[in-house]
T-cell receptor, first 113, second 113 residues
Framework: DAGITQSPRHKVTETGTPVTLRCHQTENHRYMYWYRQDPGHGLRLIHYSYGVKDTDKGEVSDGYSVSRSKTEDFLLTLESATSSQTSVYFC????????????FGPGTRLTVL | GNSVTQMEGPVTLSEEAFLTINCTYTATGYPSLFWYVQYPGEGLQLLLKATKADDKGSNKGFEATYRKETTSFHLEKGSVQVSDSAVYFCAHPQGGGADGLTFGKGTHLIIQP
């Protein structure tokens, strides 16, 4: 158990509304990641963080922003949600080894109507 | 660029059958290779890993060997159980500093009693 929680676990929202998803970890890991999972695509990286206030874009970052003001929390924000952002969102942390194994939270299922 | 190719399925087998899920990858150099498993409604769990050529990762009766000659990391199990029904993902680090993971699209495995 990597001590990762995500909130909320489920959310239904309407197109055009802002949404923030939270990832919380309890083990002081430096690297944190946000992925989205869609049928036929596997998981794709949205944004990642390599320290407090240090973030960068992944392969599908358009329409998303992130913030990390504390080591333990990594927030993903959809400024104006669209139906194409309906997905399951997973947060991950990088383990302590040098091999970049990652450990995942339980996910947030987001539906944008 | 980096990519991972695996059969998507669904793959349906009878209990106690032999399992092979193929995975081939494209990457720069020789990255670590991972298999993750996702049970219904849950996040991804690291199933096994291999960190260099000819390494064999193993866990819970599953095995995979890192074959650099064929750029493959096929997942095998000698006798599957109903409880092995899940989605299996092959993955490797994307390369670069913070190293998100590149995932295959996932293989849905169904084991029938």
């Amino acid at each position: 158990d990597a001590g990762i929680t995500q909130s909320p676990r489920h959310k239904v929202t309407e197109t055009g509304t802002p949404v923030t998803l939270r990832c919380h970890q309890t083990e002081n890991h430096r690297y944190m990641y946000w992925y989205r999972q869609d049928p036929g695509h596997g998981l794709r990286l949205i944004h990642y963080s390599y320290g407090v206030k240090d973030t960068d874009k992944g392969e599908v970052s358009d329409g998303y922003s992130v913030s990390r003001s504390k080591t333990e929390d990594f927030l993903l924000t959809l400024e104006s949600a669209t139906s194409s952002q309906t997905s399951v969102y997973f947060c991950a942390i990088r383990g302590a080894s040098s091999y970049n194994e990652q450990f995942f939270g339980p996910g947030t299922r987001l539906t944008v109507l | 660029g980096n990519s991972v190719t695996q059969m998507e399925g669904p793959v349906t087998l009878s209990e106690e059958a032999f399992l092979t899920i193929n995975c081939t990858y494209t990457a720069t150099g020789y990255p670590s290779l991972f298999w993750y498993v996702q049970y219904p409604g849950e996040g991804l769990q690291l199933l096994l890993k291999a960190t260099k050529a000819d390494d064999k990762g193993s866990n819970k009766g599953f095995e995979a060997t890192y074959r650099k000659e064929t750029t493959s990391f096929h997942l095998e199990k000698g006798s599957v159980q109903v409880s092995d029904s899940a989605v299996y993902f092959c993955a490797h680090p994307q390369g670069g500093g913070a190293d998100g993971l590149t995932f295959g699209k996932g293989t849905h495995l169904i084991i029938q009693p």
